[in-house]
Protein backbone atom coordinates (compact mmCIF):
# COMPACT_ATOMS: atom_id res chain seq x y z
CA UNK A 1 0.00 0.00 0.00
CA UNK A 2 1.18 3.39 -0.91
CA UNK A 3 1.86 6.34 1.45
CA UNK A 4 2.95 9.93 2.03
CA UNK A 5 4.48 11.40 4.94
CA UNK A 6 4.91 15.30 5.27
CA UNK A 7 7.22 16.20 8.37
CA UNK A 8 5.73 19.45 9.91
CA UNK A 9 2.21 20.27 9.73
CA UNK A 10 3.18 24.01 10.58
CA UNK A 11 6.63 25.63 8.92
CA UNK A 12 7.30 29.35 9.41
CA UNK A 13 9.87 31.04 7.58
CA UNK A 14 11.24 34.42 7.25
CA UNK A 15 10.67 36.35 4.28
CA UNK A 16 13.74 35.47 1.94
CA UNK A 17 15.10 32.76 3.66
CA UNK A 18 15.14 28.89 2.25
CA UNK A 19 11.85 27.15 2.02
CA UNK A 20 11.82 23.76 2.66
CA UNK A 21 8.91 20.91 2.73
CA UNK A 22 9.56 17.43 3.98
CA UNK A 23 7.95 14.59 1.86
CA UNK A 24 9.05 11.10 2.28
CA UNK A 25 6.99 8.39 0.35
CA UNK A 26 6.15 4.02 -0.03
CA UNK A 27 5.06 2.87 -3.09
CA UNK A 28 5.26 -0.59 -4.19
CA UNK A 29 5.56 0.32 -7.55
CA UNK A 30 7.47 3.54 -9.43
CA UNK A 31 5.47 6.36 -8.06
CA UNK A 32 4.65 9.48 -9.68
CA UNK A 33 4.61 12.02 -7.57
CA UNK A 34 3.09 15.87 -6.77
CA UNK A 35 2.77 18.73 -5.27
CA UNK A 36 -0.13 20.70 -5.05
CA UNK A 37 -0.44 24.35 -3.30
CA UNK A 38 -3.93 25.41 -1.86
CA UNK A 39 -4.46 29.00 -0.77
CA UNK A 40 -7.51 29.87 1.60
CA UNK A 41 -10.74 28.98 -0.05
CA UNK A 42 -9.57 27.33 -3.03
CA UNK A 43 -9.17 24.10 -4.63
CA UNK A 44 -5.46 22.91 -5.16
CA UNK A 45 -3.37 23.22 -7.99
CA UNK A 46 -0.13 21.81 -9.15
CA UNK A 47 3.01 23.17 -8.24
CA UNK A 48 5.46 20.94 -9.89
CA UNK A 49 5.12 16.59 -10.70
CA UNK A 50 7.78 14.06 -11.23
CA UNK A 51 6.78 11.13 -13.76
CA UNK A 52 10.31 9.35 -14.02
CA UNK A 53 11.90 11.79 -16.31
CA UNK A 54 14.36 13.66 -14.84
CA UNK A 55 14.80 13.60 -11.31
CA UNK A 56 15.47 17.37 -10.48
CA UNK A 57 12.04 19.13 -11.22
CA UNK A 58 11.03 22.37 -11.75
CA UNK A 59 7.60 24.16 -10.71
CA UNK A 60 5.60 27.20 -10.71
CA UNK A 61 6.60 30.55 -8.70
CA UNK A 62 10.16 29.00 -8.29
CA UNK A 63 9.38 25.87 -6.20
CA UNK A 64 11.46 22.70 -7.05
CA UNK A 65 11.31 19.22 -5.96
CA UNK A 66 14.12 16.50 -5.85
CA UNK A 67 13.17 12.95 -6.75
CA UNK A 68 15.31 10.81 -4.56
CA UNK A 69 14.65 7.40 -4.57
CA UNK A 70 17.64 5.44 -2.12
CA UNK A 71 15.60 8.04 0.47
CA UNK A 72 12.16 7.13 -0.95
CA UNK A 73 12.05 11.51 -0.85
CA UNK A 74 10.24 14.30 -2.79
CA UNK A 75 11.23 17.08 -0.74
CA UNK A 76 10.30 21.07 -1.87
CA UNK A 77 12.12 23.46 -2.10
CA UNK A 78 12.67 27.51 -2.77
CA UNK A 79 15.38 29.47 -2.08
CA UNK A 80 13.76 32.87 -1.25
CA UNK A 81 10.44 33.05 -0.01
CA UNK A 82 7.83 35.10 -0.62
CA UNK A 83 4.82 36.24 1.12
CA UNK A 84 2.31 35.45 -1.77
CA UNK A 85 3.76 31.93 -0.91
CA UNK A 86 1.80 31.58 2.39
CA UNK A 87 -0.28 28.45 1.82
CA UNK A 88 -1.29 24.93 2.56
CA UNK A 89 1.44 22.14 0.55
CA UNK A 90 0.29 18.35 -0.06
CA UNK A 91 2.61 16.18 -1.05
CA UNK A 92 0.89 13.44 -3.27
CA UNK A 93 1.64 9.73 -4.63
CA UNK A 94 -0.17 8.09 -7.57
CA UNK A 95 0.06 4.82 -9.12
CA UNK A 96 -1.94 2.52 -11.56
CA UNK A 97 -2.43 1.52 -14.78
CA UNK A 98 -5.28 -0.12 -16.85
CA UNK A 99 -7.72 2.02 -15.72
CA UNK A 100 -6.88 2.08 -11.55
CA UNK A 101 -5.88 5.26 -10.31
CA UNK A 102 -5.13 5.10 -6.60
CA UNK A 103 -3.58 8.86 -5.39
CA UNK A 104 -2.74 9.67 -1.73
CA UNK A 105 -2.11 12.70 0.02
CA UNK A 106 0.16 13.85 2.87
CA UNK A 107 -1.61 15.58 5.96
CA UNK A 108 -0.26 19.02 4.18
CA UNK A 109 2.08 21.30 5.58
CA UNK A 110 1.19 25.05 6.43
CA UNK A 111 3.58 27.56 5.60
CA UNK A 112 3.64 30.59 7.07
CA UNK A 113 6.08 33.81 6.29
CA UNK A 114 6.79 36.01 8.34
CA UNK A 115 7.64 40.08 7.04
CA UNK B 1 -12.14 28.57 -18.98
CA UNK B 2 -11.18 25.42 -18.64
CA UNK B 3 -12.57 24.72 -14.99
CA UNK B 4 -14.02 21.83 -12.70
CA UNK B 5 -17.29 23.33 -11.13
CA UNK B 6 -19.46 22.22 -7.96
CA UNK B 7 -22.35 23.18 -6.68
CA UNK B 8 -23.33 23.92 -3.87
CA UNK B 9 -20.14 25.52 -2.67
CA UNK B 10 -21.76 25.52 1.29
CA UNK B 11 -24.40 23.31 2.19
CA UNK B 12 -25.79 23.26 5.54
CA UNK B 13 -28.40 20.09 6.57
CA UNK B 14 -29.90 17.65 8.82
CA UNK B 15 -28.94 14.24 9.71
CA UNK B 16 -30.78 11.22 7.05
CA UNK B 17 -31.52 14.20 4.27
CA UNK B 18 -30.64 12.94 0.91
CA UNK B 19 -28.17 15.71 -0.79
CA UNK B 20 -26.31 15.65 -4.13
CA UNK B 21 -23.34 17.68 -4.77
CA UNK B 22 -22.29 17.87 -8.16
CA UNK B 23 -19.19 18.29 -10.51
CA UNK B 24 -18.82 19.06 -14.09
CA UNK B 25 -15.88 19.43 -16.19
CA UNK B 26 -15.15 20.69 -19.19
CA UNK B 27 -11.80 19.66 -20.52
CA UNK B 28 -13.23 16.31 -22.03
CA UNK B 29 -11.20 14.56 -19.37
CA UNK B 30 -11.44 10.75 -18.94
CA UNK B 31 -10.81 10.52 -14.46
CA UNK B 32 -12.70 12.52 -12.21
CA UNK B 33 -12.41 11.70 -8.45
CA UNK B 34 -14.11 13.13 -5.56
CA UNK B 35 -12.15 13.89 -2.33
CA UNK B 36 -12.84 14.88 1.09
CA UNK B 37 -10.62 17.30 3.40
CA UNK B 38 -9.99 17.06 7.03
CA UNK B 39 -7.61 18.53 9.66
CA UNK B 40 -5.02 16.71 10.15
CA UNK B 41 -6.15 13.81 7.78
CA UNK B 42 -5.23 15.72 4.58
CA UNK B 43 -7.18 14.45 1.43
CA UNK B 44 -8.77 10.84 1.05
CA UNK B 45 -9.97 9.60 -2.13
CA UNK B 46 -13.80 8.46 -2.01
CA UNK B 47 -14.23 7.63 -5.23
CA UNK B 48 -13.00 7.68 -9.07
CA UNK B 49 -14.07 7.19 -11.86
CA UNK B 50 -12.31 6.36 -15.17
CA UNK B 51 -14.97 6.79 -18.13
CA UNK B 52 -18.52 6.67 -18.31
CA UNK B 53 -20.58 3.53 -16.32
CA UNK B 54 -16.91 2.91 -14.95
CA UNK B 55 -16.08 3.63 -11.24
CA UNK B 56 -14.46 1.99 -8.11
CA UNK B 57 -13.91 2.78 -4.35
CA UNK B 58 -11.29 5.00 -2.73
CA UNK B 59 -9.64 4.95 0.78
CA UNK B 60 -13.36 6.18 2.40
CA UNK B 61 -16.20 4.85 0.49
CA UNK B 62 -18.65 3.93 3.03
CA UNK B 63 -21.78 6.53 2.99
CA UNK B 64 -21.26 7.73 -0.65
CA UNK B 65 -22.88 6.64 -4.13
CA UNK B 66 -21.39 8.16 -7.30
CA UNK B 67 -22.85 7.88 -10.76
CA UNK B 68 -20.98 8.83 -14.09
CA UNK B 69 -23.92 9.09 -16.84
CA UNK B 70 -22.40 11.57 -18.88
CA UNK B 71 -18.26 11.72 -19.40
CA UNK B 72 -18.36 16.08 -17.92
CA UNK B 73 -20.62 14.82 -14.74
CA UNK B 74 -19.30 13.10 -11.41
CA UNK B 75 -22.22 13.89 -8.72
CA UNK B 76 -21.20 12.98 -5.17
CA UNK B 77 -24.84 11.87 -3.19
CA UNK B 78 -25.34 11.17 0.05
CA UNK B 79 -27.98 9.06 0.79
CA UNK B 80 -28.34 9.51 4.80
CA UNK B 81 -25.95 11.98 5.49
CA UNK B 82 -24.52 11.81 9.23
CA UNK B 83 -22.55 14.33 11.00
CA UNK B 84 -19.39 12.50 10.35
CA UNK B 85 -19.43 13.40 6.96
CA UNK B 86 -19.36 16.88 7.93
CA UNK B 87 -16.09 18.16 5.93
CA UNK B 88 -14.76 19.99 2.73
CA UNK B 89 -15.62 18.12 -0.19
CA UNK B 90 -13.02 18.54 -3.67
CA UNK B 91 -13.80 17.33 -6.90
CA UNK B 92 -10.90 16.30 -9.28
CA UNK B 93 -10.62 15.22 -12.96
CA UNK B 94 -7.27 14.32 -15.40
CA UNK B 95 -6.93 13.25 -18.58
CA UNK B 96 -5.44 10.13 -18.56
CA UNK B 97 -4.63 8.42 -14.89
CA UNK B 98 -1.93 8.35 -12.63
CA UNK B 99 0.85 10.42 -14.05
CA UNK B 100 -1.57 13.00 -15.00
CA UNK B 101 -2.13 16.60 -13.30
CA UNK B 102 -5.79 16.95 -11.37
CA UNK B 103 -7.49 19.64 -11.82
CA UNK B 104 -9.73 20.30 -8.83
CA UNK B 105 -12.87 22.06 -8.18
CA UNK B 106 -13.45 25.29 -5.95
CA UNK B 107 -14.77 22.67 -3.10
CA UNK B 108 -18.01 22.17 -1.15
CA UNK B 109 -18.31 22.82 2.02
CA UNK B 110 -20.72 20.84 3.56
CA UNK B 111 -22.19 20.73 7.85
CA UNK B 112 -24.13 17.54 8.85
CA UNK B 113 -26.16 18.65 12.01
Known amino acids: AQSVTQLGSHVSVSEGALVLLRCNYS??????LFWYVQYPNQGLQLLLK??????LVKGINGFEAEFKKSETSFHLTKPSAHMSDAAEYFCAVSEGSGGYQKVTFGIGTKLQVIP | EAQVTQNPRYLITVTGKKLTVTCSQN?????MSWYRQDPGLGLRQIYY???????DKGDVPEGYKVSRKEKRNFPLILESPSPNQTSLYFCASNRQGPRDTQYFGPGTRLTVL
Open chain 1, 50 to 55: YTSAAT
Open chain 2, 27 to 31: MNHEY
Open chain 2, 49 to 55: SMNVEVT
Open chain 1, 27 to 32: SSVPPY
